[in-house]
C-alpha cells in the first residue's frame, strides 16, 4: 500500500515562501508521476505541478515562475513556493499515479496540508 503524507504548510505572508514536502512510502512502480493539486474553500480541486519518473515537469499557468516541483530524495517530493498570494491559500494535496504496466492509473493521495497566506 502506498501512503503519501504532506508537510510543510503554514501562515506566510504575502509575497512570502513555503516548501512543501510529500514524503511516500510502498511505492513500488517502476515508472510513476507525482502531482501536487490544491482545494481553496469553496472551490473544486485543481492540478498545480507534475513530475514524473524522467523527471520531466510541468505546471499550471499560475504556478509558472513561483512554483518549482522537485525531488529530494528517493521518497521526497517538493514543491518550493515563492511570491505567493492570498489566491495560493489552498489545502495542498500529493498524488502518485502509477504508469506502469499491469497498474496504470492506480493512484494515490495524501491527507494535504493547510497553507494560508495573510497578512
Known amino acids: 500500500q502506498v501512503t503519501l503524507v504532506e508537510s510543510g504548510g503554514g501562515l506566510v505572508e504575502p509575497g512570502g515562501s513555503l516548501r512543501l514536502s510529500c514524503a511516500v512510502s510502498g511505492n513500488t512502480f517502476e515508472y510513476y508521476v507525482v502531482r501536487w493539486h490544491r482545494q481553496a474553500p469553496g472551490k473544486e480541486r485543481e492540478f498545480v505541478a507534475f513530475?514524473?519518473?524522467?523527471?520531466?515537469t510541468d505546471y499550471a499557468d499560475f504556478a509558472k515562475g513561483r512554483f518549482t516541483i522537485s525531488r529530494g530524495n528517493r521518497n521526497l517530493w517538493n514543491l518550493q513556493m515563492r511570491d505567493l498570494k492570498r489566491d495560493d491559500t489552498a489545502v495542498y494535496y500529493c498524488n502518485l499515479e502509477s504508469r506502469s504496466l499491469g497498474t496504470y492509473g492506480e493512484d494515490f493521495w495524501g491527507r494535504g496540508t493547510q497553507v494560508t497566506v495573510s497578512s
Open positions: 513530475t514524473g519518473t524522467g523527471g520531466q
